[in-house]
C-alpha cells in the first residue's frame, strides 16, 4: 500500500505553487511601492472646515489644521 501516491506534487507541481507564490509576493511589492509613492507624491489641497469651534458643536473640524 503506497500512501505518498496522492500527497506528492512532482517536480512540476513544485514549480507551479513556487511560480504562484513568487507573483503573489511581487504583486504585493509592487502594491505596496505604489502606495508609498502615491502617498509622497500627492499633496491634498486644503479643503473648508471650521477653524474654531462654535457654540452650536454640530460641525466637524480639523484637530490641527495645516492650512
Given at each position: 500500500?503506497?500512501?505518498?501516491?496522492?500527497?506528492?506534487?512532482?517536480?512540476?507541481?513544485?514549480?507551479?505553487?513556487?511560480?504562484?507564490?513568487?507573483?503573489?509576493?511581487?504583486?504585493?511589492a509592487?502594491?505596496?511601492t505604489?502606495?508609498?509613492?502615491?502617498?509622497?507624491?500627492?499633496?491634498?489641497?486644503?479643503?473648508?472646515?471650521?477653524?474654531?469651534?462654535?457654540?452650536?458643536?454640530?460641525?466637524?473640524?480639523?484637530?490641527?489644521?495645516?492650512?
Amino acid at each position: 500500500m503506497n500512501t505518498d501516491a496522492p500527497t506528492r506534487l512532482g517536480r512540476r507541481g513544485r514549480w507551479t505553487l513556487l511560480g504562484i507564490g513568487l507573483a503573489i509576493v511581487a504583486l504585493m511589492a509592487v502594491a505596496n511601492t505604489h502606495l508609498v509613492y502615491v502617498s509622497l507624491a500627492t499633496q491634498p489641497e486644503c479643503v473648508a472646515h471650521l477653524k474654531s469651534p462654535d457654540e452650536s458643536g454640530a460641525g466637524y473640524r480639523a484637530a490641527k489644521s495645516a492650512c
